[in-house]
């Protein structure tokens, strides 16, 4: 049977950036194991593909998440030009649709600066000043982000992998955990493996392996596809910033559809927030089997209080329609860019999905969760910015593994990165 000492469930991008950190800076030998053919295969590749500047996030209730997509902003940065993949600087204007919104806005602003962004980096403007940036965005205000950009996730994780294999890593690919006990890892496959140490990273599936670890009992998640809608080609000048709107249902953590370039040059609506039965069910509701095995799931844990939440459930029927309808998707987008219509909208572009953790009271977990015992560590709802935030936040958990003695870290073998300046800056 192999032995590692650090075994890591889960080859996204908080994966392959950890293992990347762990095989740099020590001599253990470390291994990611993933249930697919390669790394980045889910939420690490279905997203947004938007570089967060932490604007929008509470600096008390996510502090930890806007730290890191702070930080990481310069280091995708680097590693994309120094590998040639694409990255766009399109900037963000998140726009309000009338005073109420806008008094969220002057909030951004003060939580930006908080968070640490540049003054020049973000401006309140009022609707004139965003038609002469826009001439087709109709809106009362917007708060411009100049320093958001856009790449490509997936690909930033599989060089990011290549690294890590040169530091020594073993990516075990096609092996999906299905049992942990007594540091014996076993796998569908038939293989097994021990492990000294194991972090969980594996995503929307992060809790039920935190519970195979007796941990998390109290938390149940809920899994909710986002959809996406490509426009033809010539519409895509109509606007040439991402537009966000304030969110009009602010206790849950999903935005209304926006307007997104991508760095591929496309340009896409979306993503919506859908529940579905697990976090692979990429389109349609997922099989039969595991939607009846969530709904039993939801109904005897905390997420059966949201059953009960009108506001709540306002949002998921307004999701549902504009899943089941593109006119409806499009008219979300088109109440802020009159001038598009469904017909300019012919391709879906890629569903992602989210997996975020509902305590006990039944309300959505503002921050990221991380669980530790002995000899493992889970970290759970891990959701957006989460890509942005991965090599920052992926280097602060490396050095609190190294503060509780089970990682000595030494210098760093290769230098894509510094270890050491990242968290000096945290
Ligand atoms: C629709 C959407 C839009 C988003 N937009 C943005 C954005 O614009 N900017 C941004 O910064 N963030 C965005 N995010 C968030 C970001 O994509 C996630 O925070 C990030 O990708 C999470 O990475 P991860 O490695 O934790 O999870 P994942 O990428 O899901 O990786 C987990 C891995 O674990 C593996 N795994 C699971 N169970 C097992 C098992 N039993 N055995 C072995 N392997 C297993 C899975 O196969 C998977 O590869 C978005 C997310 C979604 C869904």
């Known amino acids: 049977m ?34 697919e053919s390669q790394v980045a295969l ?8 938007v ?26 940065y680097d590693y994309a030009k120094q590998h040639n993949i ?47 940036k826009e001439p087709n965005v109709k809106c009362h205000s917007g708060i411009y982000c100049t320093k958001d950009a856009s790449t490509d996730y997936g690909l930033l994780t599989r060089q990011l992998q290549q690294d890590s294999e040169q530091n020594g890593t073993a990516f075990l690919f096609n092996h999906k955990v299905i049992s942990i006990k007594n540091n014996q890892l076993k796998f569908s496959n038939g293989k097994s493996l021990e492990s000294e140490f194991v972090i969980n990273s594996a995503g929307g ?4 392996i935190a519970k195979q670890f007796g941990l998390a009992q109290e938390y149940s998640s809920l899994h909710f596809r986002g959809e996406y809608w ?30 997104i370039k991508r760095s591929d040059g496309t340009t896409e609506i979306g993503p919506n927030a859908v529940p579905v039965s697990s976090p692979e069910a990429y389109s349609g509701i997922g099989s039969a089997t ?19 939440n009108s506001e709540f459930l306002s949002l998921i029927s307004k999701e549902w329609k504009s899943s089941i309808s593109k006119g409806a998707m499009v008219n979300r987008v088109k109440q802020f860019i009159p001038k598009i219509k469904p017909e300019y909208f012919r391709i879906p572009g890629t569903a992602g999905i ?6 006990k009271s039944g309300e959505f977990l503002a921050e990221t969760l991380e669980l530790k015992s002995d000899n493992s560590l889970h970290i759970l709802n891990y959701n957006s910015p989460g890509a942005t935030g991965a090599p920052a936040y992926s280097a602060y958990l490396v050095q609190n593994l190294s503060e509780n003695g089970i990682l000595n870290l030494g210098k760093e073998k290769s230098g894509i990165w510094n270890f050491a300046k990242i968290l000096d800056s945290a």
């Open 42 to 49: 889910h939420a690490s590749s279905r997203n947004t593909g």
């Open 230 to 259: 490509q426009i033809q080609q010539n519409h895509a000048n109509l606007v040439n910033t991402n537009i966000y709107t304030v969110a009009k249902f602010t206790k849950f953590p999903f935005l209304d559809p926006h307007w």
């Open 86 to 132: 694409p990255w766009k600087d399109t900037g963000t204007i998140e726009i309000a649709l009338d005073e109420s919104q806008h008094h969220t806005l002057e909030k951004y602003l003060k939580w930006g600066q908080q968070n640490g962004i540049a003054e020049n980096d973000l401006k309140l403007l009022n609707s004139n000043q965003v038609k002469q």
């Open 205 to 208: 599936h992060s809790l039920n």
């Open 51 to 76: 570089v967060h500047s932490p604007f929008y996030l509470d600096p008390q209730k996510k502090k930890k998440i806007a730290k890191a997509a702070l930080l990481s902003h310069d280091l995708w």
């Open 290 to 308: 595991k939607t009846i095995a969530k709904i039993g799931e939801v109904l005897s844990s905390s997420s059966k209080k949201l059953l009960f």
């Open 354 to 359: 989210r997996t975020p953790i509902i305590t």
């Open 2 to 35: 192999q032995k590692f000492d650090i075994a890591i469930i889960g080859g996204g991008i908080l994966g392959t950036t950890l293992s990347y950190w762990i095989s740099a800076l020590t001599d253990k030998r470390v291994c990611v194991v993933e249930k």
